[in-house]
């Protein structure tokens, strides 16, 4: 049974930083494709970041990049989603997701979603 659980959320002043992290278990993390997405209240599920599964080629939304840094740590089954310089634009429950599949993960289509953990930025 795959779990993920997001945590290191908070409020935050505009132009603070915040570092999430997400904890795997139930799966093999080496190879597993577990990348960030957040849900601004009243939108929809957007796509923040994603990883390979050895941590090389992070990628990034347009509206993060500059400020956002993933990376993960296999030895620790964790991602971390290193936040800084943090907009209003940013608050949001963030989430990670999981797939086993490079295509799922290409097509930002993830199997199993942990509960998030909330971020409110003050403006």
């Known amino acids: 049974q795959v779990q993920l659980v997001e945590s290191g959320g908070g409020l935050v002043q505009n132009g603070g930083s915040l570092r999430l992290s997400c904890a795997a278990s139930?799966?093999?993390?080496?190879?597993?494709?577990i990348d960030w997405f957040r849900q601004p209240p009243g939108k929809e599920r957007e796509f923040v970041a994603a990883?390979?599964?050895?941590?090389?080629?992070?990628r990034y939304a347009d509206s993060v990049k500059g400020r956002f840094t993933i990376s993960r740590d296999n030895a620790k089954n964790t991602v971390y989603l290193q936040m800084t310089s943090l907009k209003s634009e940013d608050t949001a429950v963030y989430y990670c997701?999981?797939?086993?599949?490079?295509?799922?993960?290409?097509?930002?289509?993830?199997?199993?979603w942990g509960q998030g953990t909330q971020v409110t930025v003050s403006s």
């Open positions: 997701g999981y797939t086993d599949y490079i295509g799922k993960a290409l097509r930002l289509e993830y199997d199993t």
């Open positions: 139930g799966l093999v993390f080496s190879m597993s494709y």
């Open positions: 990883i390979s599964r050895s941590g090389g080629s992070p």
